[in-house]
């Protein structure tokens, strides 16, 4: 532990460091995240696959990691079963660790998980030239073992986040059909907690032949455009009156079936203090959110309007139909951690999909 260490950014800038985890080198996009606690859940997030991420908090380590096969029927205290992140960028790193759900430090779990890591850099500065330049390439070298840049973004994360097969949790009256583009335990979590029935499928499944109650899209890591089979299935499924919520890279990948357009934001939004406003009511909320990617406002056509707008920079952060139960959100309604302002979106989901497998009966007793 605590071999010299760099981190190179493609501008040419470099800091210099000190390692702690896995001492190994690797590269990635450099992103920054603003929240003060959560570093297990964001570390496990599949939506930072492919990226070095630099915590803007100062102190990292301080209460270790809770357990990490403990379930209550997904893993309770992380967002997915491994470390998702390329490497992670410090401050100050604590090797003594306080907590009383604490099984082990953050360096010999990612140690574990295989994630370099470097401490000793001045997060803001390094923040304050990602915000000015935006995200950019980046690598992590122990020793001067050099390695050349890796852009992640040209490769289709998603298939390498998403489950390979079908994976059924719960026994609810509600069937829900979640597409899995790197899904977050808590989503799953917060659907379970509503009686259903959740039916997990990899990203490329043709879920159009199936029969389910209400159709869920996941967030993810990534360029939406990659994920083409997804978009040409939501396509089909946009025909249907089925009620559809998506999230994250779920709300991109709807936009994109919808014919309208995506782009990579300068630095993208990561943080637990995200403001967003609900158009419709003029209610603003705090969100917490991990995205590279926008939709574009103004491509959206026909019967799709915005839902959502971040109050910051005026992007979109979700839009839904004007006549069919479809809606989505940019940011993170199930937030874990991070605040819990917008969790009624999983109940107005759930109140469609119920409204509308009573008027399927209606319709099939009358016919």
């Avoid at 455009?225 to 946009?238: G, Y």
């Avoid at 979106?345 to 008027?359: E, Q």
Wanted: aromatic content about 10%.
């Amino acid at each position: 532990m605590n071999k010299n260490a760099k981190l190179i950014l493609e501008d040419g800038t470099i800091f210099n460091g000190k390692s702690f985890g896995h001492e190994h080198s690797k590269a990635g996009e450099v992103v920054f995240n603003t929240a003060m606690t959560g570093y297990p859940e964001s570390l496990t997030d599949p939506s930072y696959k492919g990226q070095i991420l630099v915590a803007t908090y100062p102190l990292i380590g301080n209460y270790g990691v809770p357990d990490s096969s403990e379930k209550d029927n997904i893993l309770r205290f992380y967002e997915s079963n491994k470390i998702q992140i390329t490497g992670f960028v410090i401050s100050e790193y604590s090797k003594e660790y306080s907590h009383w759900n604490a099984r082990k430090s953050l360096n010999d779990w990612m140690i574990d998980n295989k994630v370099p890591g470097i401490f000793g850099i001045d997060t803001r500065e390094l923040t304050k030239i990602i915000r000015e330049k935006g995200s950019m390439l980046g690598k992590i070298i122990i020793e001067e073992n050099d390695i050349p840049f890796y852009n992640p973004n040209k490769e289709n994360l998603v298939d390498q986040v998403s489950v390979n097969d079908k994976q059924v949790y719960g026994n609810g009256d509600i069937k829900i059909m979640l597409v899995d583009c790197g899904v977050k335990n808590n989503i799953i979590r917060n659907l379970l907690d509503r009686n259903t029935t959740v039916i997990r499928v990899p990203w490329d499944y043709d879920f159009t032949k199936d029969d389910y109650d209400g159709l869920f899209i996941s967030n993810g890591p990534g360029d939406p455009v990659q994920c083409l089979t997804t978009i040409e299935n939501l396509k089909i499924a946009f025909e249907d009156k089925t009620p559809i919520f998506g999230i994250c890279l779920g709300n991109q990948l709807m936009a994109l079936a919808s014919g309208a357009k995506t782009y990579k934001l300068k630095y993208g939004h990561r943080s637990h203090n995200q403001p967003v406003l609900e158009v419709n009511t003029n209610r603003a909320y705090i969100t917490s959110q991990n995205h590279g990617y926008a939709v574009d406002n103004e491509s959206l056509q026909g019967d799709w309007i915005p839902n959502f707008i971040n109050l910051n920079d005026n992007s979109n952060e979700g839009f839904k139909h004007k006549s069919k139960p479809f809606f989505s959100t940019q940011f993170h309604p199930e937030a874990y951690g991070g605040p819990t302002d917008t969790e009624f979106l999983f109940d107005d989901f759930i109140s469609l999909v119920k409204t509308n497998k009573i008027l399927n009966k209606n319709d099939f007793k009358n016919k």
